[in-house]
């Protein structure tokens, strides 16, 4: 069977691999702690829950408009300064967002520029718009903004940013996004700003947005997500805030490639808005609690950098890799023999690191590093 050049290029997700790998050592009646998952702990919020369950009773099961529920966009809209709903876009999660942008912005051969290590998606989702990936590394996880515009070329499209970080937890400071601002602004290039983990910041750090620098608007497209804030994974329900014309582009190629989101979910999206606000901080001292405690465990074992965010850690495990194999070969490794499943940093575009979800309950938390320890 001949499929296309494009789509032979592209690697499978290396997170959902592991997932399905999983399920399958599951399904043989094997114990896993997956310390791979990408999801919050956290049950969908009742109250978000009987919404989609009322909507669908009174039959909101048909068609709705391709950009999303009006009311639902106005309600986001609200998140960004002198934006409506006509700057907002649903999609169905961060992923399509992120697929479609790409679509939208590149011409074959186009550049975008990527920190390393990067959410696995990026680079692929690049190369399915005819794109070109540039990577250019982090320094201990932070941004080194020179780097960046080092690899500025005249085939470079857009720079994309992803604060708090996956797989790392980096947050990065307010004063490194004014750079990248500028940086974008001085070559008048796009600049994407992925916030999928917005919620979870520790630390009593602020999470700062791209969008709070009034100057880049007209080249920033933000996406952010209900499935990670909300503990709304299955929902499928992610968006963009970007100027209206980016939007109007979006919404063509939207309206042939899904049409409208699932508009029973939208109904129980616009009621996860309404969510008490302590509720959502009680998730987030949850999560840096267990940040704590994984950073701990883990800086006993590997050179581990601390995060500020997220539910990762990215730790360095090439003094555990002897006789020259490889962090995937690692993760294999512990996966087999101690039944504790995390996702090799080669999926990041970086060998030598794992990526470890601390995103599990406290008893699958200690027992997941006592078994990695054992391994070890």
Same mark, same amino acid.
């Given at each position: 069977?001949?499929?296309?050049?494009?789509?032979?290029?592209?690697?499978?997700?290396?997170?959902?691999?592991?997932?399905?790998?999983?399920?399958?050592?599951?399904?043989?009646?094997?114990?896993?702690?997956?310390?791979?998952?990408?999801?919050?702990?956290?049950?969908?919020?009742?109250?978000?829950?009987?919404?989609?369950?009322?909507?669908?009773?009174?039959?909101?099961?048909?068609?709705?408009?391709?950009?999303?529920?009006?009311?639902?966009?106005?309600?986001?809209?609200?998140?960004?300064?002198?934006?409506?709903?006509?700057?907002?876009?649903?999609?169905?999660?961060?992923?399509?967002? *992120?697929?479609?942008?790409?679509?939208?912005?590149?011409?074959?051969?186009?550049?975008?520029?990527?920190?390393?290590?990067?959410?696995?998606?990026?680079?692929?989702?690049?190369?399915?718009?005819?794109?070109?990936?540039?990577?250019?590394?982090?320094?201990?996880?932070?941004?080194?903004?020179?780097?960046?515009?080092?690899?500025?070329?005249?085939?470079?499209?857009?720079?994309?940013?992803?604060?708090?970080?996956?797989?790392?937890?980096?947050?990065?400071?307010?004063?490194?996004?004014?750079?990248?601002?500028?940086?974008? *602004?001085?070559?008048?290039?796009?600049?994407?700003?992925?916030?999928?983990?917005?919620?979870?910041?520790?630390?009593?750090?602020?999470?700062?947005?791209?969008?709070?620098?009034?100057?880049?608007?007209?080249?920033?497209?933000?996406?952010?997500?209900?499935?990670?804030?909300?503990?709304?994974?299955?929902?499928?329900?992610?968006?963009?805030?970007?100027?209206?014309?980016?939007?109007?582009?979006?919404?063509?190629?939207?309206?042939?490639?899904?049409?409208?989101?699932?508009?029973?979910?939208?109904?129980?999206? *616009?009621?996860?808005?309404?969510?008490?606000?302590?509720?959502?901080?009680?998730?987030?001292?949850?999560?840096?609690?267990?940040?704590?405690?994984?950073?701990?465990?883990?800086?006993?074992?590997?050179?581990?950098?601390?995060?500020?965010?997220?539910?990762?850690?990215?730790?360095?495990?090439?003094?555990?890799?002897?006789?020259?194999?490889?962090?995937?070969?690692?993760?294999?490794?512990?996966?087999?023999?101690?039944?504790?499943?995390?996702?090799?940093?080669?999926?990041?575009?970086?060998?030598?690191?794992?990526?470890?979800?601390?995103?599990?309950?406290?008893?699958?938390?200690?027992?997941?590093?006592?078994?990695?320890?054992?391994?070890?």
């Amino acid at each position: 069977m001949k499929l296309s050049d494009r789509i032979n290029q592209i690697e499978p997700s290396g997170t959902v691999r592991f997932t399905q790998l999983i399920q399958q050592m599951r399904g043989q009646g094997k114990d896993v702690i997956d310390l791979a998952v990408g999801e919050p702990p956290y049950d969908t919020p009742r109250s978000v829950i009987e919404a989609t369950q009322q909507a669908l009773a009174a039959g909101k099961t048909k068609y709705s408009p391709v950009t999303g529920l009006p009311e639902l966009k106005s309600r986001l809209a609200n998140q960004f300064d002198g934006y409506d709903a006509n700057n907002i876009i649903i999609s169905n999660g961060s992923k399509q967002c *992120l697929f479609a942008m790409f679509q939208v912005i590149c011409n074959p051969t186009d550049e975008v520029i990527i920190p390393r290590p990067f959410w696995v998606s990026f680079p692929e989702q690049v190369k399915l718009a005819g794109g070109c990936p540039v990577f250019v590394d982090t320094c201990n996880h932070q941004l080194d903004c020179e780097k960046i515009k080092q690899a500025i070329t005249p085939k470079t499209r857009a720079i994309l940013i992803n604060s708090p970080n996956n797989p790392t937890g980096a947050v990065y400071p307010a004063e490194d996004l004014v750079r990248i601002a500028e940086i974008a *602004l001085e070559q008048n290039l796009y600049l994407i700003s992925d916030e999928a983990y917005r919620l979870f910041v520790y630390d009593k750090l602020k999470s700062a947005s791209l969008f709070d620098i009034e100057d880049i608007r007209h080249l920033l497209i933000v996406t952010r997500s209900f499935s990670k804030n909300f503990g709304m994974t299955g929902f499928r329900i992610g968006y963009i805030a970007a100027p209206q014309e980016f939007i109007r582009a979006l919404a063509g190629l939207q309206s042939h490639m899904t049409g409208n989101v699932c508009t029973f979910a939208q109904y129980g999206s *616009l009621k996860a808005l309404d969510m008490n606000h302590h509720e959502l901080e009680d998730w987030r001292a949850d999560m840096a609690s267990k940040r704590d405690y994984a950073y701990r465990q883990a800086a006993e074992l590997f050179d581990c950098q601390k995060p500020q965010g997220a539910f990762y850690l990215f730790p360095d495990v090439r003094r555990h890799l002897e006789n020259g194999i490889s962090s995937a070969e690692f993760a294999g490794r512990l996966l087999e023999t101690a039944g504790v499943a995390v996702v090799p940093g080669e999926a990041f575009g970086m060998d030598g690191h794992i990526r470890i979800s601390y995103a599990v309950s406290k008893d699958k938390l200690a027992s997941g590093f006592d078994k990695i320890r054992e391994a070890l």
